[in-house]
């Protein structure tokens, strides 16, 4: 069974930054992703970003991040960041990674994944 460990959130002005953590342990085959979701107070987990456990260089973003986080995973290990930068009010909300299928159409929904960390939560300031 897939563990992860999400970990990096923290309060941050507005047009901050932040890099969080996922530590991923246990089987991670290569059909894999690992994504980024977060929830705000009241709304839907939505997607944030996501990368392909084995395909080079298949990552994904919603709109909403393009251009201002930046998914990546250390070569060779089991860990996977999300650098925020640029931070903005909406932004913030408690952030989950997770893993699931990879689909190559860079659609992930929270229902479609299968393992899930506990959440670090991110608070941007104006």
């Known amino acids: 069974q897939v563990q992860l460990e999400d970990s990096g959130g923290g309060l941050v002005q507005a047009g901050g930054s932040l890099r969080l953590a996922c530590a991923a342990s246990?089987?991670?085959?290569?059909?894999?992703?690992l994504g980024w979701f977060r929830q705000a107070p009241g709304k839907e987990r939505e997607f944030v970003a996501a990368?392909?456990?084995?395909?080079?260089?298949?990552?994904y973003y919603a709109d909403s991040v393009k251009g201002r986080f930046t998914i990546s995973r250390d070569s060779g290990g089991n860990t996977v960041y999300l650098q925020m930068n640029s931070l903005k009010p909406e932004d913030a909300a408690v952030y989950y990674c997770?893993?699931?299928?990879?689909?190559?159409?860079?659609?992930?929904?929270?229902?479609?994944?299968?393992?899930w960390g506990k959440g670090t939560l991110v608070t941007v300031s104006t």
């Open positions: 997770a893993v699931g299928p990879h689909r190559y159409s860079g659609n992930y929904y929270p229902s479609l994944m299968d393992y």
């Open positions: 246990g089987p991670m085959y290569t059909s894999y992703a």
């Open positions: 990368i392909s456990w084995s395909v080079v260089g298949s990552t």
